[in-house]
């Protein structure tokens, strides 16, 4: 079995109190994002109340796309973070998921299919065994899958998510195999994996602050655990996560995902872009972006930053495109594509896809639709700050589910 | 062409800006090592789709290694759809190379001879030019033809990365990755001088007679060590009654007259100091210290002499620990250098792992000694893990077969090894014990072909018909067949399997 980065041992822990207090950071390009939690109860179960939000800008260049470039920047932005989320808390809250996406996570779904001579029933031992040699395959794979998409074939990459996506046995889906019998056993399980520089990066961090690490999450795997919740357990969609620098594409299929794909650029690409062409700080731009954003503007601004960032979004389309054509195994897409992410705001961004023809060479079931994500999208999460309203809210507000899911408190519920 | 120098910082979409704007249909896009560009292989896919889309040809240019992979592989398909694939492992007992062709017998009559004509004598003389003729034949189709088939197949990077913990005493263990570590013990040593700091003021304390004066009417003990103070410019300079002596009561005279004569009495004093200010000459008044000088008081008698003080160097304390401080610092970056030249053959020293004792130290000098420098030889005892190069290859082995992918062995070629210490840490350690390394493995994969049957297809073929079956077999990249003796007509693969020999190689 693969060593997870991060401290288990909560989940021993048999009782599921609520008041339950954890953190989510998610580091951004440009902004850390830090949710505090409050694990609360009512009649449909546990959920994830969010208590306080705290967003502080990176200082320019100190990370890039999630990646730590300046540690000591990047920790001072953490720390004020974390101080704005739990400034009304009375008391410090130590525990914390860290989120992890784009070129930082590679996901994948591996399934194994075994035939037992015997049929009997299934142990622990053999499930045991069976899972830590999807460990061992999913590994290989993303190492070598990491390779083909960075070149490197010196990077060493540890485990972060590991999750059960379905078991079946002789063809009938079950819940729980164990000391069921049959023949037929196939198990389909999806892996998350970050390079493991991060991980000692977000470990190093966190003992500076003295924060504990209950667990680094992909946040491609929260945002679609979370969902699973709303739209049903073997929900297809695609979910497209529009950063700062990154954009992330996530296949689900059944409810899992089934692999995730980054393309290096996001909303900052479409400020430069706007920044450059208007003569313009970024700043400025991004100022400019966000009143375009949310309507501010007069019809004549409007159109000249449409026009402004035609050329950008082009070349993103473009990319999306490419992307696509990436996932060499998907034969066809769900046309549902959920958007997230602070660049996915951009109302020309959805026009944009609308209206090109890009998506006539990828195969989708249908015209793909475009929606935008929302908090009440995830039915685990509540908001008792009224902060939480952006799309680039949404990932930091789904770590939380990896919080329940570690804890037992969505057990008998899916 | 015009040439395009992208800065390490740039990313795509400043890569297509510069090339759109670029006045050249072709250009060459030069990408410095640890471009960002790098980071993810669609940007390169990206920069050279848009640059088509404006008419450019763009060619890719780097000195960085990864980019260099990233170029190489931007042709090339995505390897697999993994994500979907399912594995079997059930089929891991299936055996893959099992030969199912039907081989068709054929039989043939032959026409019926009857011998019985020929004699004995006359079979013997036929049968030995016969006997040599077969065994001729024999020799030139049998044993002389041979075949050399060079196999190109296609390969994969394995790349494996493992947690191990040597442990010292500890047994090789790939189930629970441990790795049997040995102790390495050495001794260290050197010396160093250094130039001392104490001082210490050394010399004589003056000496001389004076005469203590009673000036009250009754007698007066001074006892041994009474101390007398000259007092000059506000400085007190004191004296000591070398031995105890008795002052006599003042005489005073009778009425009317009204003298007195003071009791008094010579007394040998010595300063309680060192130092030439306790030189005082004859005459001066000295008091005797918690004595009021109303009742007793002393006059030098005989010049004090004899005082004198100079300041020399001392060895202190701090030095001696400054210098063996010092010396220790200098000794342990040796630690690693000594302990590796006391490996046996195939031992490798996890750096790091050693800790030392400060087994001896000899100073030149005690403290307080005088002296201008002072020599220390250190001594330090050294202990250091270390591990077995043969026993990482062999745990590495057991592991990675279980790695290998279905269809594939491992190619034996190019295989590097890397080990890389973890250090002390929350989650692993570093110590003379255990120490937690990560091994890495690069090696590669390849197809695993099954030359005894590919042999026995190739038996007596022509070499077309060989080529044919080397060709249509899936896998094989590329091949080369070579018959010795290369007779023209006789271009066939050898009928003794034995002479056909299969060399595979990764593409």
């Given at each position: 079995m693969m060593k997870l980065p991060f401290d288990l041992k909560f989940l021993k822990n048999k009782q599921r109190p609520s008041n339950k207090r954890f953190l989510t950071i998610d580091i951004g390009s440009e902004v850390v994002k830090c949710m505090a939690f409050e694990v609360a109860e009512n009649q449909h179960g546990y959920y994830a109340n969010i208590i306080g939000v705290g967003k502080e800008t990176l200082s320019?260049?100190?990370?890039?796309s999630g990646i730590v470039v300046d540690i000591d920047e990047v920790e001072k932005s953490i720390e004020s973070a974390v101080e704005r989320a739990t400034l009304e808390l009375g008391g410090k809250i130590k525990e914390v998921i860290f989120g992890v996406s784009g070129d930082l996570s590679l996901g994948l779904m591996t399934t194994v299919r075994l035939v037992r001579a015997k049929g009997d029933k299934i142990t622990d031992k053999e499930l045991d065994d069976i899972y830590s040699k999807i460990h061992e395959a999913s590994y290989n794979q993303a190492l070598n899958e990491l390779m083909e998409i960075?070149?490197?074939?010196?990077e060493d990459i540890e485990l972060i998510t590991s999750s059960l996506v379905y078991t079946k046995l002789d063809g009938n889906e079950v819940k729980d195999v164990i000391g069921q019998e049959g023949k037929v056993l196939e198990i389909a399980m999806f892996t998350a994996f970050t390079p493991s520089f991060h991980t000692k990066m977000l470990q190093t961090i966190s003992k500076n602050l003295g924060l504990k690490i209950l667990a680094i999450g992909s946040n491609m795997y929260s945002l679609t655990k979370s969902l699973s919740f709303a739209k049903g357990r073997y929900f297809d969609s695609v979910i497209m996560d529009v950063g700062g620098e990154v954009t992330d594409v996530g296949v689900v299929f059944g409810g899992g995902i089934v692999s995730t794909r980054s393309l290096s650029i996001g909303g900052a690409h479409f400020t430069r872009a706007l920044g450059k062409k208007l003569g313009i700080t970024y700043l400025d731009a991004e100022q400019k972006k966000k009143s375009y954003s949310f309507g501010r503007l007069s019809p004549d601004e409007n159109a000249r930053v449409e026009d402004n960032m035609y050329e950008i979004m082009e070349i993103w389309l473009s990319g999306i495109e490419l992307l696509f054509m990436d996932f060499t195994g998907v034969k066809t897409f769900s046309s549902q594509i959920c958007l997230v992410g602070g660049g996915a705001s951009l109302p020309e961004l959805v026009n944009f896809v609308n209206k090109e023809?890009?998506?006539?060479?990828i195969p989708f079931r249908s015209p793909p639709e475009f929606i935008k994500l929302t908090l009440s999208d995830l039915h685990k999460v509540a908001d008792s700050t009224g902060k939480v309203y952006g799309l680039e809210d949404i990932m930091p507000a789904s770590l939380s589910i990896v919080y329940l899911e570690m804890g037992g408190y969505l057990n008998g519920i899916l | 062409m015009e040439e395009i120098k992208l800065e390490m910082y740039e990313d795509a979409v400043s890569a297509i800006e510069r090339i759109v704007r670029s006045s050249d249909a072709n250009v060459l896009l030069i990408l410095p090592d640890g471009s960002v560009v790098f980071e993810n292989s669609l940007n390169l896919k990206l920069i050279k789709k848009e640059s088509e889309r404006v008419g450019k040809e763009v060619t890719f240019e780097t000195t960085d290694e990864i980019g260099k992979n990233l170029i190489e592989m931007m042709d090339t398909p995505r390897s697999s759809s993994r994500e979907f694939s399912t594995k079997d492992l059930s089929s891991l007992d299936y055996d893959g190379d099992r030969d199912t062709t039907e081989k068709k017998k054929f039989l043939v009559s032959l026409p019926k001879v009857s011998l019985k004509w020929i004699k004995p004598k006359l079979i013997f003389l036929l049968v030995i030019p016969i006997l040599v003729l077969i065994s001729g034949i024999y020799f030139v189709f049998w044993k002389v033809p041979k075949a050399n088939v060079k196999l190109v197949v296609s390969s994969q990077p394995l790349i494996k990365s493992v947690t191990v913990k040597i442990k010292k005493g500890g047994v090789n263990d790939s189930s629970t990755k441990i790795l049997a570590g040995t102790a390495v013990i050495a001794q260290v040593s050197d010396s160093n001088t250094a130039s001392t700091t104490g001082e210490k003021i050394i010399g004589k304390k003056a000496k001389g007679k004076v005469k203590i004066y009673n000036k009250t009417d009754a007698e007066k003990e001074f006892k041994k060590g009474t101390t007398l103070v000259y007092s000059k410019d506000s400085k007190k300079y004191k004296f000591a009654l070398a031995s105890a002596v008795t002052v006599p009561a003042r005489v005073d005279a009778l009425p009317p007259a009204t003298t007195s004569t003071w009791g008094e009495v010579d007394a040998n004093v010595e300063a309680v100091e060192i130092g030439e200010s306790y030189n005082i000459g004859n005459g001066k008044t000295l008091d005797l210290e918690d004595f009021k000088s109303s009742e007793y008081t002393a006059t030098v008698q005989e010049d004090l002499t004899g005082g004198e003080s100079k300041t020399i160097k001392v060895v202190s304390a701090t030095d001696q620990k400054a210098l063996s401080d010092a010396l220790y610092k200098l000794l342990l970056e040796k630690v690693d250098s000594t302990l590796e030249s006391n490996l046996a053959s195939g031992q490798k020293l996890i750096k790091g792992s050693g800790t030392a004792k400060i087994f001896s130290q000899e100073y030149s000098a005690l403290v307080d000694a005088e002296a201008d420098s002072l020599k220390l030889t250190q001594t330090l005892s050294l202990e250091g893990l270390a591990y077995s190069t043969d026993d990482v290859n062999k745990l590495l082995g057991s592991l990675l077969k279980d790695f290998v992918p279905d269809g594939y062995e491992l190619s034996g070629e190019e295989k590097q090894l890397s080990v890389e210490i973890l250090g002390n840490s929350d989650s692993t350690i570093l110590s003379s014990d255990e120490a937690d390394v990560q091994v890495t493995v690069k090696t590669f994969v390849r197809v695993k072909i099954n030359e005894d049957a590919i042999k026995k297809s190739l038996v007596s073929k022509k070499l077309n018909e060989a080529e044919k079956i080397i060709g249509g077999i899936k896998n094989i990249k590329n091949y080369e067949i070579t018959i010795s003796p290369n007779i023209p007509f006789l271009t066939r693969m050898p009928s003794n399997i034995s002479n056909i020999q299969i060399e595979v190689k990764k593409e």
């Open positions: 320019y260049g100190s990370a890039r960075t070149g490197d074939t010196e023809p890009w998506s006539k060479s | -």
